[in-house]
């Protein structure tokens, strides 16, 4: 069974960083990507940046690129988002998923079947 458990979340000020941690387990091979998506109260999911675990190729959100960083530790199956500058409307739920396949055009949390429970990111002005 697919899992994904996330963490570090936190609450930090505007221009600060924190680095979220998912660890993945269930999956075999390396033809998969992971996402991380986030969600702010009262506004629709959106992707934020997506991982293939086989080639490593990476996609961003336009709102997050030069300030996040995705990235993949595959002998501990892990993916982090590394996030600096952190800004206000960066606030919200953040999940970590996954999905066999390709990360190219997968940019709606809809094509991913696995999901984390989540960790709350707060910035504060």
């Known amino acids: 069974q697919v899992q994904m458990v996330e963490s570090g979340g936190g609450s930090v000020q505007a221009g600060g960083s924190l680095r979220l941690s998912c660890a993945a387990s269930?999956?075999?091979?390396?033809?998969?990507?992971m996402g991380w998506f986030r969600q702010a109260p009262g506004k629709e999911r959106e992707g934020v940046a997506r991982?293939?675990?086989?080639?490593?190729?990476?996609y961003y959100a336009e709102a997050v690129k030069g300030r996040f960083t995705i990235s993949q530790d595959n002998a501990k199956s892990m993916v982090y988002l590394q996030m600096n500058s952190l800004k206000p409307e960066d606030t919200g739920m953040y999940y970590c998923?996954?999905?066999?396949?390709?990360?190219?055009?997968?940019?709606?949390?809809?094509?991913?079947?696995?999901w984390g429970q989540g960790t709350q990111v707060t910035v504060s002005s």
């Open positions: 269930g999956y075999t091979g390396s033809n998969y990507c």
């Open positions: 998923a996954a999905r066999w396949g390709t990360c190219y055009g997968a940019y709606n949390g809809n094509v991913f079947p696995y």
């Open positions: 991982i293939h675990i086989g080639y490593g190729s990476t």
